[in-house]
């Protein structure tokens, strides 16, 4: 954890690849389209990504680069927030900075701004990077485990939902609130989750998960089905 007030700065984790002109029209079509620039912020998945890993509506709407920085080029501009926040998240505050400085105040062409695009373009291609360089060796391990078993010791997913809703320090956590701590689960079983949105019904939210050589997907609500199920049953 990262105490508060502090100012730091974050190099670019990716190197420049090319123009992001592309990313950047895409979004401004979605917002012109569909929605204002506040609403765009908060349901994009990288203001996801950050609450996944524990950061607070407060720090994240903190978060911002510091005013002198930006006298100097894109990649030593330093970030600052407010209160703790997870190390695991620390990697994703400067491109959620750079999306937050693109969407909100939408600043004039620059090579700045280019780099700061291109800087959201890779932090969003990440994961589908890292999904494309998995070992054969992690695929075989899972393709070994009995059909829709999801663990090398013959857990099931409902199995594991269960056993994550029942533990002591989440009783009192609602499915929803609990439906995080299940994506970073599925990140600890190495089953590369991904999440699929719905903006007009949390219930059919998913998550997109690895399980033998295809993937299988799981809504919100088969899941809080499963917790409810397995409270339910603990309390008879």
């Known amino acids: ?4 007030g502090v100012s730091i700065t974050v190099d670019a984790w990716a190197q420049r690849n090319g123009p992001s002109s592309s990313k950047r029209d895409a979004v401004t079509n979605e917002i012109t389209n569909n929605e204002t620039p506040s609403q765009y912020l908060e349901t994009h998945s990288l203001t996801r990504k950050l609450a996944r890993l524990g950061v607070t509506d407060e720090q994240r709407q903190s978060m911002r680069f510091s005013s002198s920085s930006k006298e100097w080029p894109f990649d030593t501009w330093s970030v600052q927030w407010v209160g703790d926040i997870p190390r695991e998240a620390i990697p994703h505050v400067k491109a959620y900075c750079a999306l937050k400085w693109l969407i909100l105040e939408d600043p004039a062409d620059s090579r700045d701004k280019e780099d700061a695009w291109r800087l959201v373009s890779e932090t969003m291609a990440a994961p589908i990077v890292a999904m494309g360089v998995r070992t054969k060796d992690a695929q075989s391990r899972r393709a070994k485990n009995p059909r829709g078993r999801i663990t090398s010791y013959g857990e099931t997913l409902g199995q594991l ?3 994550l809703a029942l533990q002591p320090q989440y009783r009192s ?10 994506f970073c689960l599925l990140e600890m079983k190495e089953l590369h989750p991904e999440e699929v949105a719905d903006p007009a019904s949390l219930t059919k939210y998913a998550y997109e998960y690895d399980l033998g050589e295809g993937r299988k997907r799981i809504t ?3 899941f809080a089905n499963i917790v409810s199920r397995a409270r339910t049953a603990k309390s008879r």
């Open 161 to 163: 939902i269960e056993r």
């Open 173 to 182: 956590d609602t499915a929803k609130k609990l439906w995080a701590h299940f």
């Open 220 to 222: 919100f609500r088969r």
């Open 1 to 4: 954890m990262f105490s508060s």
